[in-house]
């Protein structure tokens, strides 16, 4: 007997069967159910695997019934909840010492979120630091006030400064970056949140640049964690996302907000994200190594005016940092101005004589990336309100991957020389 004969009757030939409950039917009912919820399929897979249904069912009438009244835990509809995203959140709530997570479909859908669950509207200011990601400034600056909130856009890092504008605007919210984006300053997190409790205001911080390898904000008090998973914790540049967390007290609400205004993320982008987390820590230690090297080459460069990395002891702020990051790392963001680039055509000769660094937006990814400021992310701004956030016409921002950092400091030295 032929050996592929012996397993015709085996019990992987059980698995492919025809489906007993549906021979009977018609085609097209055969079509719809055959194959699908087999009642012995019990399947453990070391990965969550992508649930793309919408909408769930259980043995009986009563459990659904239990499930829709909020007797005991499960899933409804996918807006509400999926195994997929159930995942990624436990992941996140783990990794922020969070009670719990939201996922949503991207970083700017995430702070979003956080706002309304925090309560921005009529009566209710906001209070958010001026060097912030460019979008987020515009939700501030632009939309929130068209929904009634008052808001107000302000330097935080002088805590001075902070609690005299504290009284000013009484804030009802209050939010902020840690590591800052664009300009790498660093924001005295437990100080600001301190005084924001003291005057009576939530705190939503965004922690898409310092990650929870750098610092977990919900354990210096703060209400509201937001990331954009678009970038370090997912990592490959293949996937948008966004996720806030939050202690207990606040999820119920939260979650209760995320359902109605439709802020989720696809289970197939829960699932890539969370493929990418799995490597986070690597990488992101990898990177702040690298982006240590790659500052400290580009601190001594002849053609480099001014570099902005935590990690260097000429940072404005490196004290902060230093006590805000005890395991001495920065961070894989950092900017610099390169000397005599001042016009376009400079930038220009900079970004094309790169090979290894992409001149792309985004940021986080394994692929470094680096853009020119005051002509992207931040070129809606007119040159004073640039010239106060410190972004010159040369100020470039880069995104350390996890290439060789013997790579891109070649890669740089050469775009440095190209534009002279
Ligand atoms: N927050 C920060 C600090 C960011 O850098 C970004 C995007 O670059 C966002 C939020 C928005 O994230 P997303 O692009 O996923 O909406």
């Known amino acids: ?29 055969q079509c719809v159910h055959a194959g699908e919820r087999w009642p012995e399929a019990r399947v453990w897979t070391p990965n969550t695997p992508i649930y793309r249904s919408t909408t769930y069912f259980y043995d009986c009438a009563e459990e659904l019934d239990d499930r829709l009244f909020n007797r005991e835990p499960g899933y409804i509809y996918t807006r509400g909840g999926n195994p997929t995203q159930s995942a990624l959140e436990r992941a996140l709530s783990t990794l922020e010492r969070a009670d719990a997570t939201r996922v949503c479909a991207s970083g ?13 509207g009529p009566g209710r200011p906001v209070l958010c630091s001026a060097d912030v990601y460019g979008s987020v400034f515009t939700l501030v600056q632009n939309i929130l006030p068209g929904l009634g909130a008052p808001t107000r856009l302000a330097d935080l890092a002088d805590l001075h400064r902070l609690e005299q504008l504290m009284m000013e605007v009484k804030p009802a919210i209050v939010c902020f970056e840690v590591i800052t984006n664009p300009m790498t300053k660093i924001i005295d997190a437990p100080a600001v949140i ?9 705190v939503i911080v965004d922690s898409t640049y310092t990650t929870p390898y750098l610092l977990r904000p919900l354990e210096h008090g703060a209400d509201y964690v937001t990331h954009s998973l678009s970038k370090y914790l997912s990592g490959h540049g293949d996937v948008l996302g966004g996720s806030v967390s939050c202690h207990r007290r606040d999820y119920d609400h939260l979650l209760f907000t995320a359902i109605q205004i439709g802020a989720t993320l696809s289970p197939q982008d829960c699932w890539l994200v969370q493929r990418g987390l799995k490597t986070f820590s690597l990488r992101i230690a990898r990177q702040c190594e690298s982006a240590l090297q790659v500052a400290r080459h580009l601190e001594t460069h002849p053609l480099v005016d001014r570099i902005w990395y935590a990690g ?9 940092a230093r006590r805000l990051f005890p395991q001495g790392r920065y961070g894989a963001m950092l900017n610099f101005d390169v000397a005599n680039c001042q016009t376009r055509e400079q930038v220009f000769a900079f970004l094309d004589a790169l090979q290894i660094i992409l001149p792309a937006t985004s940021l986080g990814d394994v692929y470094s990336l680096i ?50």
């Open 1 to 29: 007997m032929a050996k592929w004969e012996t397993r015709e009757d085996s019990v992987n030939s059980e698995i492919r069967r025809p489906d007993p409950r549906y021979l009977d039917k018609g085609l097209t009912t």
């Open 371 to 420: 853009v020119n400021p005051a002509r992207s992310t931040h070129n809606w701004l007119n040159q004073e309100e640039k010239s106060a956030m410190g972004i010159g016409p040369g100020t470039f921002r880069m995104s350390v991957g996890i290439e060789e950092p013997e790579d891109l400091i070649e890669d740089l030295d050469r775009a440095l020389a190209a534009c002279q």
């Open 312 to 320: 260097l002891p000429n940072h404005p702020q490196h004290e902060t």
């Open 194 to 202: 301190e005084m924001a409790h003291r005057h009576g205001a939530v």
């Open 108 to 120: 700017m859908a995430a702070v979003h979120l956080a706002l309304v669950a925090a309560g921005a």
